[in-house]
């Protein structure tokens, strides 16, 4: 009966999907304000130049992979709403392995359903695939890499790893803590890695939350003495091979145009627009100043040192620590746009049943604190987009207090969090009772 609760779940995200598109459909044609995204339309020209034997970056602002074009091709020999539907479709993916890899750590059913209806019930993420947004492909290739390590098929999660980075270069962020879990004190010739269950999140027999972090700690040391396995090998030649290939074969179809618009401009990376990020004011009081390759990479110091603190302390705990790797990512970017949001939406349902905050106070505060200092921002925004007012101070105000609440709400997630390395260590925790034999 909970199975096919689920499945309920999941076909009525689909009606709504559909029924979201097809209004967005009718919205186009008949209002002024529309709901497909900008970025749709720059997807399907580009892709139609695709069809034509043309380059697609002969579209303005398309700065994506070629792979992104090759798939909407379909957009102008279908229906111009195909891609819409492809990317809905990863969006009800990305529910179903949420459901899935919360199976596999030991979660009830009911909490899995629940968690699973975060992301599926989220206006942030129905919308985004609905309005044309290519990020839900990107969470469930994320998504289905980490159950790829869960069940230690490490060159197809390898292959995966190295494509979704081409797609979309953010996920390189998630290379260290991954290398780091494909440790030889969980991973044995022959057989599968054992999973930690969810219900001894809080067994007195296992070990307890500081001899988990303790433990955490000695295997990140021993990763820097044992750098070299089998598995770590394997997993960057065959990850590293894919992205290559691809980037080349990228390289050899559209020259520097790709090179440039999908790859290079996304790391040095300017945009006086206004933006959620705190960077944004700095830059368009300067923009007329060409900065140097030192200057726009300068930016990325702190999203550097916030990624070392987080990977150290909690590269085992894996889900939970790829969800606060791209909270920081995304809160110390150079562009932040509401898009982004989805890169940890996808992520979040993961470690819900892991954590002690009560939606009742705490849970409330975030979620308060997170919206309301985004409507705060958008409400500057909203003066100087429709407005015309001067107001580029205030917003950039607006923005550090975004990012104090990001940062509130990422200290919050973190106190509330039982520390649960993903795999269980060969050896068994010393704290283990004797009477257990």
Known sequence: MAEISFRSLLLLSAIFRVVLILFGEWQDAHMEVRY???DYFVFSDAAALMASGKSPYERSTYRYSPLIAFLLMPNSLLH??????????????????????LKLRGVPEKICTYSAMVW????????????????????????????????????????????????????????????????PHYFQPGKKPALVDWSSRTSKSSCDSSNMKATGSRYIWNFFRNMITWRRVMFGI????????????????????????????????????????IYFYHIYLHYEHEFSVLEKL???????????????????DLPFCLLLQTVAFVAFNKVITAQYFVWFFCLLPLILPWSNMKIKWRGLACISVWIGAQTHWLMWGYLLEFRGKNIFLQLWMASLVFLAANTFVMINVIRSHVYTPLFKPLQACSSKSVKDD
């Open 36 to 38: 497909t995204d900008i």
């Open 80 to 101: 111009q709403s195909w891609g819409k539907f492809m990317f809905s479709a990863s969006d009800l993916l990305v529910g179903l392995l949420i459901h899935r890899i």
């Open 120 to 183: 599926l019930f989220n206006p942030f993420t129905f919308t985004i695939g609905t309005r044309g947004n290519c990020e839900p492909i990107v969470c469930s290739m994320i998504l289905w890499i980490l159950r790829c390590l869960m069940n230690d098929h490490i060159l197809q999660a390898a292959f995966w790893y190295g494509l979704v980075v081409h797609l979309r270069v953010y996920p390189i962020i998630y290379a260290l803590p991954i290398i780091i879990l494909l440790d």
């Open 238 to 277: 065959v990850s590293g091979s894919n992205f290559l290939i691809l980037t080349g074969l990228s390289f050899y179809l559209y020259g520097w145009d790709f090179l440039h618009e999908a790859l290079l401009y996304h790391l040095t990376r300017t945009d006086p627009r206004h933006n959620f990020s």
């Open 298 to 316: 300068i930016s990325f110091l702190p999203q550097f040192t916030v990624q070392l603190i987080v990977v150290s302390r909690f590269a085992l």
